[in-house]
């Protein structure tokens, strides 16, 4: 079809039964890939041949097609001569990842999850393997990629996938940057918070109280902290070294919670700041100020240093 739009790449994934074929197309749908699992072998082109989104037009969106034993209308060598069909007519590189496993490690997980094995639901699960390598052996030898699951967890090749499979732009955690007061509650779904309370407080000038840490003059009287250069060094190196971890297994949503007394003053301040930073390291994130409305209050602040 002319100007039909297609998928950058098509991947078809298959494999053994408990070899981790889940938990492959979980992690691409993670990644931005459109996933479907287990369509009918006669939808096939269908689907190909259907238009994508308007908002997945300019590159075009992966696709990951999911296909077993249990797909109706399997046959693995008919599933080859069309992939090579395809391939040859319509000019698509179309890859199948193939997921392996040794047959006691599967004979293990089905007995540790006490499933049945779709091909010997009557039988032992070590029947059914057996009668799936046979059904499979095809696509096996055909394969562009083959992973062996034997000696993986789930996390270890969700994480080969994400390193394999990423595309430009997916698989970046959502970062969020939030300043609160310790006076109105921890924050929900924080994954780092940090104290900013050891700061001097802006509050106890009478001048800066009206004021918030988005203010210039309290931004510098914050500043002035002996403790802050360091203190910020120390926080941009930590967050320089966790974030990338983050991205690496897989994180989602990654939020960094910096907390002061009331949430208007020190906590606010940082947050700007470190997501300036974040921003200059080559991150995206996006700032709330939680409690940046609230109303001053000397009952909730912290005492005055004396002077």
Same mark, same amino acid.
């Given at each position: 079809?002319?100007?039909?739009?297609?998928?950058?790449?098509?991947?078809?994934?298959?494999?053994?039964?408990?070899?981790?074929?889940?938990?492959?197309?979980?992690?691409?749908?993670?990644?931005?890939?459109?996933?479907?699992?287990?369509?009918?072998?006669?939808?096939?082109?269908?689907?190909?041949?259907?238009?994508?989104? =308007?908002?997945?037009?300019?590159?075009?969106?992966?696709?990951?097609?999911g296909?077993?034993?249990?797909?109706?209308?399997?046959?693995?060598?008919?599933?080859?001569?069309?992939?090579?069909?395809?391939?040859?007519?319509?000019?698509?590189?179309?890859?199948?990842?193939?997921?392996? *496993?040794?047959?006691?490690?599967?004979?293990?997980?089905?007995?540790?999850?006490?499933?049945?094995? /779709?091909?010997?639901?009557?039988?032992?699960?070590?029947?059914?393997?057996?009668?799936?390598?046979?059904?499979?052996a095809?696509?096996?030898?055909?394969?562009?990629?083959?992973?062996?699951?034997?000696?993986?967890?789930?996390?270890?090749?969700?994480?080969?996938?994400?390193?394999?499979y990423?595309?430009?732009?997916?698989?970046?955690?959502?970062?969020? =940057?939030?300043?609160?007061?310790?006076?109105?509650?921890?924050?929900?779904n924080?994954?780092?918070?940090?104290?900013?309370?050891?700061?001097?407080?802006?509050?106890? =000038?009478?001048?800066?109280?009206?004021?918030?840490?988005?203010?210039?003059?309290?931004?510098?009287?914050?500043?002035?902290?002996?403790?802050? /250069?360091?203190?910020?060094?120390?926080?941009?190196?930590?967050?320089?070294?966790?974030?990338?971890?983050?991205?690496?297994?897989?994180?989602?949503?990654?939020?960094?919670?910096?907390? *002061?007394?009331?949430?208007?003053?020190?906590?606010?301040?940082?947050?700007?700041?470190?997501?300036?930073?974040?921003?200059?390291?080559?991150?995206?994130?996006t =700032?709330?100020?939680?409690?940046?409305?609230?109303? /001053?209050?000397n009952?909730?602040?912290?005492a005055?240093?004396?002077?």
């Amino acid at each position: 079809m002319s100007g039909r739009n297609e998928p950058q790449r098509i991947l078809l994934v298959t494999g053994l039964s408990g070899a981790g074929k889940s938990t492959v197309l979980k992690t691409l749908e993670d990644l931005g890939w459109e996933v479907v699992d287990n369509l009918p072998l006669l939808l096939l082109d269908r689907l190909l041949a259907t238009e994508q989104p =308007v908002t997945h037009r300019e590159g075009g969106q992966p696709l990951a097609i999911g296909i077993g034993s249990r797909t109706r209308g399997f046959d693995a060598e008919s599933i080859v001569r069309r992939i090579k069909l395809l391939n040859e007519e319509g000019g698509r590189d179309i890859g199948t990842l193939f997921l392996d *496993c040794a047959s006691t490690e599967l004979e293990r997980r089905y007995a540790e999850t006490r499933r049945r094995h /779709p091909l010997a639901l009557d039988r032992p699960a070590s029947d059914g393997i057996a009668r799936e390598r046979e059904l499979l052996a095809p696509l096996r030898r055909w394969a562009s990629q083959l992973v062996d699951t034997t000696d993986m967890s789930a996390a270890d090749l969700a994480q080969q996938v994400r390193a394999t499979y990423s595309t430009s732009g997916h698989g970046e955690p959502t970062l969020s =940057v939030l300043s609160f007061g310790f006076a109105r509650g921890l924050p929900r779904n924080a994954d780092i918070v940090l104290d900013m309370r050891f700061l001097q407080n802006p509050h106890w =000038v009478p001048e800066l109280r009206p004021g918030t840490g988005q203010d210039a003059d309290v931004a510098a009287y914050v500043a002035e902290d002996p403790a802050y /250069p360091a203190a910020m060094q120390a926080i941009e190196t930590l967050l320089a070294t966790l974030l990338p971890r983050y991205r690496a297994e897989g994180k989602a949503y990654v939020t960094v919670a910096f907390g *002061c007394t009331g949430g208007r003053h020190r906590s606010v301040h940082v947050a700007e700041r470190m997501a300036s930073w974040l921003r200059d390291a080559g991150f995206s994130p996006t =700032v709330t100020h939680r409690d940046l409305g609230t109303i /001053p209050q000397n009952s909730l602040e912290d005492a005055p240093q004396a002077p």
